[in-house]
């Protein structure tokens, strides 16, 4: 017994000219993008910016705490108990975000 399966689709003019489109779009042959969008139950699409500007922002903001951290250390700084507290309640955020956009992604 043959372990693949052929199937024949017919497809109007029309709906052929949008399944080439979008398999172009996604740079993907034709066969495997209708192959793809069989099998899979759903497929997103999202612009890279909608996700690196929120990490790079919140990498940005935990380098800043860090180094105000390390001159607080340095000086003995009365509110360094305080900063590591904050850098603690960032950690946190920061794992919410994290969670946040890995259940955006998830398409199980």
């Known amino acids: 017994m043959k372990k693949t399966k052929r199937k024949t689709v017919f497809f109007s003019k029309k709906e052929w000219e949008t399944v080439c489109k979008r398999a172009k779009f996604l740079k993907m042959k034709p066969a495997a993008f209708i192959r793809n969008m069989s099998v899979h139950k759903l497929w997103k699409y999202y612009h890279a910016e909608d996700f690196c500007l929120p990490f790079q922002k919140m990498n940005r903001i935990g380098a800043n705490l860090n180094s105000i951290i390390k001159a607080a250390e340095n000086t003995n700084s009365e509110y360094l108990d305080r900063l ?13 975000l994290n969670d946040y956009y890995r259940k955006i992604l998830n398409t199980d």
Do not use: A, H, Q, Y
């Open 84 to 96: 590591k507290s904050l850098r603690k309640r960032f950690e946190d955020c920061r794992t919410i």
